[in-house]
């Protein structure tokens, strides 16, 4: 078992590349499969959310397949007692469509990583003053490269800024330049009924489009 702490092996996950695969609808017989695929592209960074068949089962297979360096956890959590679930399958990652509070406090209160769903600076700063780990700018379609720029601005220098909805390969660029430090990647790596073969190519483009933005 790793003697890093949650915390470094998020930062560890970042340093490598900071994409959410974010695998909405998978299935629990077809996640080992799929996040070993995922794992190979360079993924580690896996996030099943709550309105999945089945998705601690999911997470639970995910975390027993994959080493350490990757964190697995849930995205569409609402509650406490979402937290308390992830918590109990040995997830790591907790990650919001929006910024309630309370719920970040009970992520980090279990030892767990916290990424809250802000579109505001007010959002911002109550989630980071919560603890979040990273932001996440939600929805990036409303989030603009421009919006982000502005907000970027004022928000504590090295604060995590992971746009996601929308995000594709073709688009990621305005986003990096205007102070993104990382995607969430929903529809276009993963859809319900993909193969694992097909979730590959599509995360190897993803990883390809960012090891060429950081050079």
Not at 102 to 114: M, Q, T
């Amino acid at each position: 078992m790793s003697t890093n702490s949650v915390a470094e092996r998020f930062a560890s996950a970042n340093s490598k590349l900071p994409l959410v695969a974010i695998l909405r609808g998978l299935k629990p017989e077809e996640s080992e499969g799929i996040a070993l695929k995922l794992y190979e592209a360079g993924f580690r960074l896996i996030e099943v959310p709550l309105n999945s068949p089945d998705p601690f089962a999911s997470i639970a297979t995910i975390r027993r397949a994959l080493p350490l360096d990757a964190l697995v956890g849930a995205g569409t959590m609402m509650t406490i007692e979402n937290v308390q679930q992830l918590k109990a399958c040995g997830g790591e990652l907790v990650v919001m469509p929006h910024a309630d509070t309370a719920v970040i406090r009970a992520a980090k209160d279990a030892g767990l990583i916290c990424a809250p769903g802000v579109a505001t600076p007010t959002e911002s700063f109550a989630a980071l003053a919560a603890g979040a780990d990273a932001l996440k700018i939600f929805p990036a379609e409303l989030v603009t490269p421009a919006i982000l720029r502005a907000i970027r601005v004022v928000l504590p220098k090295g604060t995590r800024l992971l746009p996601v909805g929308g995000i594709t390969p073709e688009n990621m660029q305005p986003y990096f330049s205007a102070g993104a430090t990382g995607f969430g990647l929903g529809s276009a790596l993963y859809k319900p009924g993909m193969t694992a073969d097909k979730v590959a190519a599509a995360a190897w483009k993803f990883t390809t489009t960012w090891q060429n933005m950081v050079r």
